[in-house]
């Protein structure tokens, strides 16, 4: 599979395929990529640990209580 976001500067466009795809059938789709999806792409994993470290929390004095968790 081949994805690959442009801007394109006029009506026409070239795609250049891997060599594999020659002989093949291959289905080709155009559409505007909306701005919420374009910046939810840019996330990096980076940005996601900055983000989970935030709202991380210490389980460091933590004990599990098998007798309480299956008490009735």
Do not use: C
């Amino acid at each position: 599979m081949v994805r690959q976001i442009v801007i394109p500067e006029s009506t026409s466009l070239t795609l250049k395929l891997p060599r594999e795809f020659v002989g093949q059938e291959v289905e080709v789709i155009a559409f505007a990529v909306e701005k919420e999806k374009k910046l939810r792409a840019s996330y990096s994993w980076k940005s996601a640990l900055k983000f989970f470290n935030k709202h991380a929390v210490s389980l460091k004095n933590y004990r599990f209580d098998r007798e309480e968790a299956n008490a009735r």
